[in-house]
Every structure is written in C-alpha cells, then in structure tokens.
C-alpha cells in the first residue's frame, strides 16, 4: 500500500513522538492526506504535543514506509503534519544496531483466574516461573512503551493474557509483566519466516509493567528516533 493521492482516506497508523519527557505513542487512521500533510484521528488526547515536534508515522499494513513528519497542528485527538522523509522498512520493525528486547511469555488465557494469575506474577510468585509452556520470540520485534507486536505459533487468541519476562538488550535487568492479546496478524505466506513457520504475529499490551522497565523502553524509543532523523 502507498498513500500518494489527494483523497479522503482510512489508514491504520501508529504515531509516536518522542520530544517530550514521555515518549508519546498512539494509534488512529490517517483521515486525509493531501499536498504532504497528513490528517489523523487519534485512539487518544494528544494536547500535550506542540507544533513542530517530529513524529514518526509506522503504517500498520507492515508494507507501507515509515514516514518522519512534523507536526503542524494538533487539536485533542486530531493531528495535522507534514512528511520530510520516507524511511524505507527493513525487514524487521527497528534496526538491529538498536539491539533486541529478550523476552519470553507464557499465554495463559482469559477470565478471572487468568487475571488472578497476572497479579501473583507481577507480584513474584516463582512457582508461576516454571510451571506452564513458554516461549520466547525473536529479538528484533517491534515495540512501544505501551506493547510489542511478535511473531509465535498458533497459540492465542485476543483478549488472552500472558505472563511476560522482558529485558532489553545490554541491560541485566528482567522485568515481570503482565500483557493482554489486543490484536492478532495474519503474516503473508511469502513473509513468514522459514525457520520457524509462523503464521501469526500477536499485538499484546502491557497491564502491569514496572516503571523502570517502561523508562527502558523509552529510552530505547529515543535511540530508534535519533537514529531515523
């Protein structure tokens, strides 16, 4: 998909501008796009950005460019910017210089006792470490300080939740947190990795994260956005 025309359109897109002291990430839909500058619904309030700051646009069709824009006016939900670049997408969401997040997850699906389950998790409950299947993602995922977004086996469904143990490369630290299936993506069959056969990439979100672990992933954010500017 490429957006080069002048119309009212309905594109999926995820904005995250970094400028603040809090990366700020959002989803919405690309309203209109006309002369360069992009019209865009927000899922929420982005008041606390201000003209000028940098954003960057990752279509969420996983084909289109990545576009480096500049916000021009922001009124609660909606945001008006400019394109200045077009970063073509690698093969993976972030490039591999920026290292990887270790991480593994166990989905242990949805309910009262699943919730239950999350907060002895988060809590430290080390019988919850080894019991269960587990499993770990590649690295090189893509990620905001609100979610990931990896490949894995047909193993989920959405609003399932999932124990996750996430690190970030070039850190000792381990962090538990709780996440919840929001949202699952059919991966092409000419796009799904050989090795590994998956047919699926599942977009969880982070219900119990711990602050020091969201400050890393921000920091993280801050590395990717330096580098694409």
């Known amino acids: 998909?490429?957006?080069?025309?002048?119309k009212s359109i309905a594109v999926p897109v995820e904005v995250v501008c970094t400028s603040g002291e809090v990366p700020f990430v959002?989803?919405?839909r690309i309203s209109r796009f006309s002369g360069g500058t992009y019209t865009i619904d927000l899922d929420?309030?982005?008041t606390r950005l201000e003209p000028g700051n940098a954003a960057i646009l990752n279509f969420l069709d996983g084909a289109t460019p990545r576009v480096i824009?500049?916000?021009?006016?922001?009124?609660?939900n909606n945001l008006t910017c400019t394109q200045q670049k077009v970063r073509e997408?690698?093969?993976?969401?972030?490039?591999?210089?920026?290292?990887?997040l270790p991480v593994r997850y166990r989905v242990i699906g949805a309910g009262p006792h699943a919730d239950a389950m999350l907060g002895d998790w988060v809590?430290?409950?080390?019988?919850?470490?080894?019991?269960?299947?587990?499993?770990?993602p590649d690295e090189f995922m893509n990620f905001s300080v609100t979610g990931l977004r990896f490949e894995a086996p047909d193993i989920a469904n959405e609003g399932d939740a999932l124990l996750l143990e996430l690190g970030v490369r070039g850190r000792k630290e381990r962090w538990r947190c709780g996440a919840r299936v929001v949202r699952i993506f059919d991966i092409p069959p000419d796009e799904r990795d050989p090795e590994t056969g998956f047919r699926h990439?599942?977009?969880?979100r982070f219900e119990n994260i711990p602050e020091s672990a969201q400050q890393a992933l921000s920091e993280m954010t801050l590395d990717i956005q330096e580098a694409l500017l």
């Not at 998909?1 to 002048?6: H, N």
């Not at 824009?69 to 609660?76: K, N, S």
């Not at 990439?201 to 969880?204: S, T, Y």
């Open 123 to 136: 809590s430290g409950d080390e019988r919850l470490a080894e019991e269960g299947e587990w499993h770990r």
């Open 201 to 204: 990439r599942l977009a969880v």
């Open 69 to 76: 824009a500049r916000i021009t006016e922001v009124r609660g």
């Open 89 to 100: 997408r690698e093969k993976r969401a972030f490039p591999r210089l920026h290292g990887g």
């Open 26 to 28: 959002a989803e919405g």
């Open 1 to 6: 998909m490429s957006v080069t025309m002048d």
């Open 44 to 46: 929420r309030d982005a």
